[in-house]
């Protein structure tokens, strides 16, 4: 233990007498500049972002087709039956189970 305490103050001393070796400061100073161009670049990106989600929400109007989408599921789930006793269709189409009740729930439940 001694002797690698010796060397870091044999280092130490060195560093204070001769100081940083200009390789390492310039490897530093380049490293800290692109952190800092980084840093830079950050307004810019959440700008470019905030006007693109308020531009596909305006323009392509993601609400309306989600409710439009909504709409048809619900249409498709609730009000598509077939297998027809008298006035009421008994299943709908997740009671779908083979061809003949898929081209069945096709033919009547549309």
Same mark, same amino acid.
């Given at each position: ?71 048809? !599921?619900? $249409? &498709?789930?609730?009000? /598509?039956? *077939? ?5 009421? #269709?008994?299943?709908? !189409?997740? $009671? &779908?189970?083979?061809? /003949?009740? *898929? ?5 009547? #439940?549309?």
């Amino acid at each position: 233990k001694k002797s690698i305490a010796l060397k870091r103050r044999k280092r130490r001393e060195v560093k204070r007498q001769e100081g940083t070796p200009q390789s390492v400061y310039l490897n530093w100073i380049k490293a800290e500049i692109e952190q800092e161009s980084a840093c830079l670049d950050l307004p810019f990106t959440l700008v470019l972002l905030a006007s693109f989600a308020a531009m596909s929400i305006s323009y392509i109007g993601q609400d309306t087709v989600k409710l439009l989408e909504s709409a048809i !599921i619900t $249409d &498709v789930r609730e009000n /598509a039956n *077939f297998a027809w006793a008298y006035n009421f #269709g008994h299943k709908n !189409i997740e $009671d &779908v189970n083979s061809y /003949a009740d *898929f081209w069945s729930w096709n033919r009547l #439940g549309f």
